[in-house]
């Protein structure tokens, strides 16, 4: 098993511009997050999911998409990339019994807008 | 909302015993979890208290005191390995979870 996978490892972006991270598990996992992580700042939830077709928001979700078309595949869309956006991106899944404590990480993206 | 509060860096020798403490405030508490994140990489599950008490996975353990809203993760025979990030984080919720700021931890020979 691969586990968790996000492409790209790393995304030089201009200010305004738009892009898809990617990302993948191949554990059947009901429930799938995406994190920001910002220096001295820990890991900060984005959007996250419970299932296919099932997202919501979490702590800082503005700037951001998503969509859950598959088990498998949770993208997360910039819609108008900020220097403020520039951060490392996690993606993480857990199976449905453990989503309280036990989650799976990518390994990550590491962005930078100009 | 959630906050937690964890010390910014701990030092230690190898082979030394060293805790690092976290406090939380939580609107919704299903337990507490530990996670270890090497300088560049993922971060991965250590452990979990969902009761009070101690709980132990080798040379790790961690405990948890509910009435105290407070825990610990104990690393033991520290190793030169050990030397990276920890963080708590608790469950509001089933399905997800909020993380602390993290404790850098740096251990010398």
């Known amino acids: 098993n691969a586990g968790v996978t996000q492409t790209p490892k790393f995304q030089v972006l201009k200010t305004g511009q738009s892009m898809t991270l990617q990302c993948a598990q191949d554990m059947n996992h009901e429930y799938m997050s995406w994190y920001r992580q910002d220096p001295g700042m820990g890991l900060r939830l984005i959007h996250y999911s419970v299932g296919a077709g099932i997202t919501d928001q979490g702590e800082v979700p503005n700037g951001y998409n998503v969509s859950r078309s598959t088990t498998e595949d949770f993208p997360l869309r910039l819609l108008s990339a900020a220097p403020s956006q520039t951060s490392v991106y996690f993606c993480a899944s857990s199976s449905r019994d453990r989503s309280s404590y036990e989650q799976y990480f990518g390994p990550g993206t590491r962005l930078t807008v100009t | 909302g959630q906050s937690l509060e964890q010390p910014s860096e701990v030092t230690a020798v190898e082979g030394a015993i060293v805790q690092i403490n976290c406090t939380y405030q939580t609107s919704g508490f299903y337990g507490l979890s530990w996670y270890q994140q090497h300088d560049g990489g993922a971060p991965t599950f250590l452990s979990y208290?969902?009761?009070?008490g101690l709980e132990e996975t080798g040379r790790f353990s961690s405990f948890l005191s509910r009435s105290d809203s407070y825990g610990y993760l104990l690393l033991q025979e520290l190793q030169m390995k050990d030397s990276a990030s920890y963080f708590c984080a608790v469950s509001p919720g089933y399905s997800t979870l909020t993380f602390g700021k993290g404790t850098m931890l740096l251990v010398s020979p």
């Open positions: 208290n969902a009761l009070d």
